[in-house]
Nanobody, 120 residues
Framework: QVQLVESGGGRVQAGGSLRLSCVAG????????MGWYRQALGKQRELVAR???????NYADSVKGRFTISRDNAKNTVYLTMSSLKPEDTAVYYC??????????????WGQGTLVTVSS
C-alpha cells in the first residue's frame, strides 16, 4: 500500500507565507511526478505546481513568482513554499504523486488534503 500524508496547512494573513509538506510512504519502488493541486469552495480542483524526478517544474500562472515546489527524493517528500499569499489562495491543497509500487504497479496517488486559509 502507498499513501501520501500532507502537513503544513493553516490560517495566515494576506501577504504571509506557509510551507506544505507531503511524504510518500509504503511499498514504493520509485516516484515520478509529484505535485500540488488545490480546490476552493465551489470550484474545480486545479493544478498549482508539479515537479518531475529530474527537478523540472511547472506552475499555474496564478502562483508563478510566489510559490515554489521542491522535492527531496531521499525522503520521498515534496514541498510547496507559498509566499505573498492572497485570499484567493484559500483552498484545500492536495498532494499528488505518480508512483511505481514495489509490486511493479504504476499508481496515481492523492493525499487527504490540507486546508489553507488566507484572511484579508
Amino acid at each position: 500500500q502507498v499513501q501520501l500524508v500532507e502537513s503544513g496547512g493553516g490560517r495566515v494573513q494576506a501577504g504571509g507565507s506557509l510551507r506544505l509538506s507531503c511524504v510518500a510512504g509504503g511499498s514504493i519502488f520509485s516516484i515520478n511526478d509529484m505535485g500540488w493541486y488545490r480546490q476552493a469552495l465551489g470550484k474545480q480542483r486545479e493544478l498549482v505546481a508539479r515537479i518531475i524526478s529530474g527537478g523540472s517544474t511547472n506552475y499555474a500562472d496564478s502562483v508563478k513568482g510566489r510559490f515554489t515546489i521542491s522535492r527531496d527524493n531521499a525522503k520521498n517528500t515534496v514541498y510547496l513554499t507559498m509566499s505573498s499569499l492572497k485570499p484567493e489562495d484559500t483552498a484545500v491543497y492536495y498532494c499528488n504523486a505518480n508512483v511505481v509500487a514495489s509490486t511493479g504497479w504504476s499508481l496515481d496517488i492523492w493525499g487527504q488534503g490540507t486546508l489553507v486559509t488566507v484572511s484579508s
